[in-house]
């Protein structure tokens, strides 16, 4: 890849752009990835929670917990847990929340694919370039006030 600025230009290029460009990018590849499951986001993000949960699983409630701590996802989360209840890859039993074996088989298989996808989103970046990054990026986000999951 060659950058269409020298590293005089970057430097004056705006971050807000920039970590919008590649959020966009990269949120949307992984929605395409999810998408051929015929899962949303928010529903890999739950099946996730769900079976982070254990065998206790997790009530509505610890997954809203654990998701909002870190995502603007607010009462979208209730029709998305709604889904994956009414597609059977969810089960609920004493107000908890399971995996229904098809719900931990398309976990697993997603998972893996979720790898290939870090994978290609990562290409040529030196872990100690994507730790760099990151770390600025929390930088900036404490500069400004901002809150993330990190804090």
């Known amino acids: 890849m060659e950058f269409s600025h020298s590293d005089t230009e970057l430097i004056r ?3 807000g752009y920039w970590s919008w460009a590649a959020s966009k990018a990269v949120v949307t590849y992984i929605r ?8 949303s986001q928010p529903q890999w993000w739950i099946l996730n929670q769900v079976f982070d949960g254990g065998e206790d699983g997790r009530t509505r409630a610890e997954v ?8 603007d996802v607010g009462a979208a989360l209730e029709p998305e847990i709604d889904a994956l209840l009414d597609r059977g890859l969810l089960t609920i039993t004493d107000q908890r929340l399971h995996l229904a074996p098809e719900g931990r ?4 298989q997603v998972a893996e694919r979720q790898l290939g996808m870090r994978a290609r ?9 994507y730790v760099a990054t ?3 990026l929390q930088r900036m ?6 809150q993330a999951w990190h804090h």
């Open 32 to 39: 395409a990835g999810l998408s051929e499951f015929g899962l």
């Open 134 to 136: 990151l770390k600025v």
């Open 13 to 15: 290029q705006p971050i």
């Open 105 to 108: 088989a398309l976990r697993d």
């Open 141 to 146: 986000i404490h500069n400004t006030g901002g």
């Open 64 to 71: 809203h917990a654990v998701l909002e701590g870190y995502l």
């Open 121 to 129: 989103i990562h290409d040529g970046i030196p872990d100690e370039d």
